[in-house]
Nanobody, 126 residues
Framework: QVQLVESGGGLVQAGGSLRLFCSAS????????MGWYRQATGKEREFVAA????????YYADSVKGRFTISKDNAKNTVYLQMNSLKPEDTAVYHC???????????????????WGQGTQVTVSS
């Protein structure tokens, strides 16, 4: 079992930046692929970004490409989501997810992941 805890959310003005953190515990983190998803009120959870186990491959939703960066520090059991040039439409609860795999296939697919955090709220004001 892996426990995931997100932090770093908050209220920010449009154009600002936030850095989200996802700390993992319970299992060796090294061989885990990680993803970030978000869910706005009244909408389905959607893919934001993903990274494979060693950080060689990253994937982004078109809506965040060029603005968000996902990274992973296996020594610290932490995955990050740097969010720049934030827009009001980025407002959502952001969840991290984990999958023990060396494969980079289907990391943009929500059902690929076995473990989820409770989420952290990001609110972007206009």
């Amino acid at each position: 079992q892996v426990q995931l805890v997100e932090s770093g959310g908050g209220l920010v003005q449009a154009g600002g930046s936030l850095r989200l953190f996802c700390s993992a515990s319970g299992r060796t983190f090294t061989n885990y692929a990680m993803g970030w998803y978000r869910q706005a009120t009244g909408k389905e959870r959607e893919f934001v970004a993903a990274i494979n186990w060693n950080g060689d491959n990253t994937y982004y939703a078109d809506s965040v490409k060029g603005r968000f960066t996902i990274s992973k520090d296996n020594a610290k059991n932490t995955v990050y989501l740097q969010m720049n040039s934030l827009k009001p439409e980025d407002t959502a609860v952001y969840h991290c997810a984990a999958k023990a795999t060396y494969s980079s296939n289907f990391l943009t697919t929500r059902t690929r992941y076995d473990f989820w955090g409770q989420g952290t709220q990001v609110t972007v004001s206009s």
